[in-house]
């Protein structure tokens, strides 16, 4: 079942025309809103950079043609103002290029996710809307009415209304009608055959009505998650039965509360982070949990910290769900909002061995491990065994983790009976950042988190350090 491998996978998620060129050249400009010449083919020649942070999974932005006006917002570059479903962006290479790229991925084991905008197209500037110039949808009639979104709180308006403004236009496709609902099971059942993509995320998911999804998806017939940009798990909750997944944003809102400033308590962190979305979703452990994405400042624009910034990553990679790092993390970049937040990636020269890289790679691995030894890795709900309001420590199988919000300065000594998740009495962890051995004695583990870092302890069930 294609959920279920989902759940083992860490999704990389890029721009295409941000993350890798056909030929590099690290002086190339990396900033701003025009098409700095990202291309599928690029993203070939560095599937070794995505594998070696040991991602399993590429997400890549959407394929389709885009309107090629300059306007107030600059070009399409991130894909999300279609005008031809029919046809793909050739910014970013040819059909065989797209071919070429998930058999590249296929070849190495690994998937392709795309990214759909079923919402809407795009528009520049303020003149009324020429519908001829779409395709297929060309008539006034296969759109909502132009009447702006203004109350986010009616769920109504949030689902007829328009996104956008006077710089670019969002015309809301009537998805509704059976006509276009239509169009677009033909458009993405041809898309995978054609393709063989492994998945989908579906952009702006809130703004369309929650009827759409289950007939689309059973006809795309692969692994779904949806953006449902809200941080309220109530609200996101929902939306899990209409699609299998959604892209977590009430988790994201609780990493940044808890680990950038101000720093709310770990208590809440449980609370509202763990508790809370358990409790709204069907099920969390298919949710895609970030720390990043496209649409948000980057978490090292708000916090320097590179304690509180590995215990959110860690938290990223080992919470229940499926992680998702978005391009540039892994280099420790800190634009602020969109689109400095969506840096050309040549100019870390994909180097590999900055600590961050590292750290990210060997939490991403030592992931990839618990996830081939213990079966219910990925479905067993985690389990928390401590919590006060710096620290929360949570058991999965093979794995402690013991998560800090106290900054690089903070050190603690905390106490964990084991007895709940471990039959050895003098159970031995190590952990992975330090590499130093810790054993519990009779069921009673004494940790001391030092710099604030957190403290990754896996089970050690022979003498082989992993
Ligand atoms: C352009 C410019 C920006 C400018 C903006 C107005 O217009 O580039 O500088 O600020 C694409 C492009 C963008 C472009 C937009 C609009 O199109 O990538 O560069 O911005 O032309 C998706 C994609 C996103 C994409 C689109 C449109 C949708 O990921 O990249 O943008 O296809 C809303 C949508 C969401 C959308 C997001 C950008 O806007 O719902 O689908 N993302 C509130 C609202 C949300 C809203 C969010 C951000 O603000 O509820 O609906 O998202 O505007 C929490 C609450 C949340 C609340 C947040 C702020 O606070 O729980 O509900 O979110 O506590």
């Known amino acids: 079942e294609y959920n279920d491998l989902w759940r083992k996978q860490v999704i990389y998620q890029l721009l295409t025309d941000r993350f890798a060129r056909d030929e590099d050249d690290f002086e190339h400009p990396s900033q701003g809103r025009k098409y700095l010449g990202g291309t599928w083919r690029g993203i070939i020649k560095k599937l070794d950079y995505i594998q070696s942070l040991g991602c399993t999974a590429v997400w890549?932005?959407?394929?389709?043609k885009n309107i090629e006006s300059q306007t107030g917002y600059g070009e399409a570059y991130h894909g999300y103002w279609a005008q031809d479903f029919t046809e793909l962006n050739n910014h970013f290479g040819s059909s065989q290029d797209l071919k070429d790229l998930v058999n590249s991925l296929h070849k190495r084991g690994m998937l392709c996710m795309i990214d759909i905008v079923v919402n809407h197209m795009g528009h520049a500037g303020t003149q009324a809307i020429d519908y001829t110039q779409f395709?297929?949808?060309?008539?006034a009639n296969d759109f909502h009415p132009w009447k702006y979104i203004q109350d986010y709180n009616n769920q109504e308006e949030v689902v007829k209304g328009w996104l956008g403004d006077n710089c670019v236009n969002l015309p809301?496709?009537?998805?509704?009608?059976?006509?276009?609902?239509?169009?677009?099971?033909?458009?993405?059942s041809d898309l995978i055959n054609t393709y063989k993509f492994d998945g989908i995320r579906i952009d702006t998911a809130k703004h369309v009505e929650k009827s759409f999804y289950p007939s689309f998806i059973e006809t795309a017939n692969v692994f779904t998650t949806g953006e449902i940009f809200h941080g309220n798990p109530k609200y996101a909750g929902i939306y899990q039965n209409y699609m299998p997944s959604i892209i977590n944003f009430p988790f994201y809102y609780q990493l940044r509360e808890a680990f950038s400033s101000p720093r709310k308590p770990m208590l809440e962190y449980y609370q509202k982070g763990v508790l809370d979305i358990r409790h709204s979703f069907r099920d969390t452990t298919?949710?895609?949990?970030?720390?990043?994405?496209?649409?948000?400042?980057r978490f090292f624009s708000q916090t320097q910290d590179n304690a509180l910034a590995l215990n959110a990553l860690a938290a990223t990679i080992f919470s229940d769900g499926i992680p998702v790092i978005y391009y540039g993390q892994e280099q420790r970049f800190s634009g602020g909002n969109d689109p400095d937040n969506r840096e050309g990636l040549w100019v870390s020269k994909y180097d590999t061995s900055n600590f961050v890289f590292e750290c990210i790679?060997?939490?991403?691995r030592l992931r990839q491990r618990l996830v081939a030894k213990y079966p219910k890795f990925c479905t067993q709900l985690s389990q928390m065994?401590?919590?006060?309001?710096?620290?929360?420590?949570?058991?999965?199988?093979?794995?402690?983790?013991?998560?800090?919000?106290g900054g690089r300065k903070m050190r603690k000594t905390i106490q964990i009976d084991i007895s709940s998740f471990s039959s050895h009495t003098n159970q031995v962890?190590?952990?992975?950042?330090?590499?130093?051995?810790?054993q519990a004695t009779e069921k009673i583990l004494n940790l001391t988190v030092k710099y604030g870092l957190p403290l990754v302890c896996i089970f050690m069930f022979s003498q082989k350090v992993f």
């Open 60 to 64: 890549i932005s959407p394929i389709v």
């Open 429 to 438: 962890f190590v952990d992975a950042l330090t590499q130093s051995r810790i």
């Open 385 to 405: 065994v401590y919590v006060d309001n710096r620290v929360y420590a949570f058991y999965r199988p093979g794995i402690l983790l013991v998560l800090c919000n």
């Open 172 to 188: 809301d496709i009537k998805t509704e009608k059976p006509s276009v609902r239509k169009f677009f099971k033909k458009w993405i």
């Open 361 to 364: 790679s060997l939490f991403i």
């Open 286 to 297: 298919i949710l895609c949990n970030f720390l990043e994405n496209h649409d948000v400042p």
């Open 135 to 139: 395709k297929p949808f060309n008539q």
